[in-house]
């Protein structure tokens, strides 16, 4: 059985999984996406380093990967998804640049497009 807790600062990016269909899979895809939304409330819940959630609308996992660099051109809504993948970008960076090269940068928690932002443990 793992551990649910950790000192460690971490930065939790969700997709936005509110437009899922009907089909066998998106309903396995909504049962799993439940049980990680279990685990990542203990873990931000238990955890006392500082820790970030957010979720990025109209995203979904492709958005989180090299995939839509290469296929983007595909796209007719290649705006959109520039935007969100500069934003995803941003978000990692400043994360990494505070925590890893302790150069400290104000993460972009109040961008338009996150909802369910949390940052819990900063004023410790």
């Known amino acids: 059985k793992g551990t649910y807790h950790t000192d460690k600062p971490f930065l939790l990016i969700h997709g936005d999984d509110s437009n899922r ?3 066998k899979l998106d309903q396995a895809e909504a049962k799993l996406s439940l049980l990680v939304k ?3 409330r ?3 819940d238990t955890s006392s380093g500082h820790r970030y ?3 990025v ?3 979904g996992h492709g958005h989180y990967s090299d995939w839509t660099l290469f296929y983007s051109h ?3 809504k290649r705006a ?3 935007e969100r993948m500069d934003l995803i970008t941003d978000l990692t960076v400043t994360f990494f640049n505070t925590y890893l090269s302790d150069k400290p940068e104000a993460l972009p928690l109040s961008h338009p497009l996150l909802r369910d932002v ?3 443990g900063l004023g410790k």
Do not use: Y
């Open 21 to 23: 269909g009907t089909s």
């Open 38 to 40: 279990s685990w990542n």
């Open 42 to 44: 203990k873990i931000l």
């Open 53 to 55: 959630q957010a979720t």
């Open 57 to 59: 609308d109209q995203t």
């Open 74 to 76: 595909l796209s007719e």
């Open 80 to 82: 959109h998804t520039r």
């Open 118 to 120: 949390r940052a819990l």
